[in-house]
């Protein structure tokens, strides 16, 4: 499942983060509502404008670091009044919005690296 939520959903998303599900209901704690999976055996988040239902067909294994999963889009869920340009992604160690950083390193601090 890919839940795509909004810049508003940030704080939200810092306890979804930094809480590990085995020991604390997360959706509770970041006040979300899961809702089961039409084709899925899994929850999506209700409160997020854009939910994608995915099956894993492939996975790329990088030994010691990390692993890629290849999946199918079986069924998509978008609200009515999704404005694109609301859309948080994290993607280098920084949450951005189209077109711009909302928080985390700078563009200068990561080419350095």
């Not at 692993?67 to 009515?80: L, N, R, T, Y």
Request: aromatic share 10%.
């Amino acid at each position: 499942m890919i839940n795509i939520p909004t810049k508003e959903q940030l704080d939200k998303i810092h306890i979804c983060g930094t809480i590990s599900g085995r020991n604390e209901d997360k959706y509770q704690k970041a006040s979300f509502t899961p809702l089961k999976g039409n084709q899925v055996d899994s929850y999506f988040i209700e409160e997020c404008p854009v939910n994608l239902e995915c099956q894993v067909v492939h996975h790329i294994d990088y030994e010691g670091s990390h692993k890629w999963f290849i999946g199918e889009i079986k069924e998509v869920h978008i609200d009515e009044n999704y404005i694109r340009d609301d859309a948080l992604m994290f993607w280098l160690g920084q949450f951005r919005t189209v077109g711009g950083i909302i928080e985390g390193a700078s563009n200068d601090d990561l080419l350095k690296k």
